[in-house]
């Protein structure tokens, strides 16, 4: 959900018709999915060799993608918001298998914390 405005402009004081905001819709979201690989502290790993999988519930094979040195992996595959639920696992460049995640249906991206 969009976050609406203040209700009081703070520069000038003036009111903002509140009417003006109720059915405000978010406008900016991912075409493709994208996964972040972030520590607890919310700053995203360096991740150069790492790669992630995504597959459905029932096993099927959707796509590989490498994550960028800034800890993203984007599915240029996967239209968002998704529409079904993913496991999605995550390698180092030598197979060795990190973590894995159950990502719910309607998102655009997703985020592996630790």
């Given at each position: ?8 402009l703070k520069s000038t004081g003036r009111k903002v018709p509140a ?96």
């Amino acid at each position: 959900m969009a976050i609406r405005p203040p209700q009081t402009l703070k520069s000038t004081g003036r009111k903002v018709p509140a009417s003006r905001y109720r059915n405000v819709s978010p406008t900016q979201t991912f075409r493709r999915f994208t996964v972040i690989w972030a520590n607890t502290d919310g700053v995203p790993f360096n991740t150069t060799g790492f790669f992630a999988t995504l597959r459905r519930l029932n096993g099927s094979f959707v796509q590989a993608a490498g994550f960028d040195s800034f800890g993203t992996a984007r599915f240029s595959r996967v239209r968002t918001p998704t529409n079904q639920t993913f496991i999605l696992r995550t390698f180092r460049d030598d197979g060795t298998l990190f973590r894995v995640r159950t990502v719910p249906p309607g998102v655009s991206s997703f985020v592996v914390i630790g």
